[in-house]
């Protein structure tokens, strides 16, 4: 069986750490790609040539709200906007969100929304608990 595919997008790089550790310990394979603010997500996602021309289409977006350069808003926007892209499940994982900000993400068609704990074991628990449903419960694309 090919691993499932996740594109994380993080830039901070202690929960990029964590959440690839959480993904490493997962008992089916899961190939993660880590893209550090949304600008590099979208490249990754359009496949833009030369550094992303072979990626593999991601099952899963695992997506921080608050980055540089383009935030998790837009680039959800972008995605849910796309028709090459909208399919591809779209979890919004971040620190702090705020129920009307939660509501409006939900509005631009984000799967889920998730607060990233704060312990370490939590936030690998959390990762399994996304990764089981999305890349094994849920019908595939």
């Known amino acids: 069986m090919s691993p499932k595919v996740v594109l994380l997008v993080e830039d901070y790089g202690r ?13 089916n394979p899961v190939e993660v790609h880590v893209a550090v603010d949304g600008v590099e997500a ?6 833009e040539p030369p550094r992303f021309i072979e990626v593999p ?11 540089p350069r ?4 837009t680039v959800l926007r972008e995605v849910k906007g796309d028709p ?20 409006e993400l939900l509005d631009l068609h984000a799967n889920a929304c998730v607060v990233k704990p704060v312990s370490p074991v939590d936030y690998a ?16 694309l």
């Open 15 to 27: 929960d990029a750490d964590l959440a690839l550790r959480a993904f490493a310990r997962l008992s």
């Open 42 to 47: 979208m490249s990754f996602l359009r496949r």
């Open 57 to 67: 289409r991601p099952h899963l977006v695992l997506l921080d709200l608050h980055m």
């Open 70 to 73: 383009k935030d998790g808003k």
């Open 84 to 103: 090459h892209l909208r399919a591809i499940p779209v979890v919004m994982f971040t620190g702090v969100a705020s129920t009307a900000e939660v509501h």
């Open 125 to 140: 628990a959390a990762i399994a608990e996304i990764a089981l449903f999305w890349l094994e419960t849920a019908l595939p």
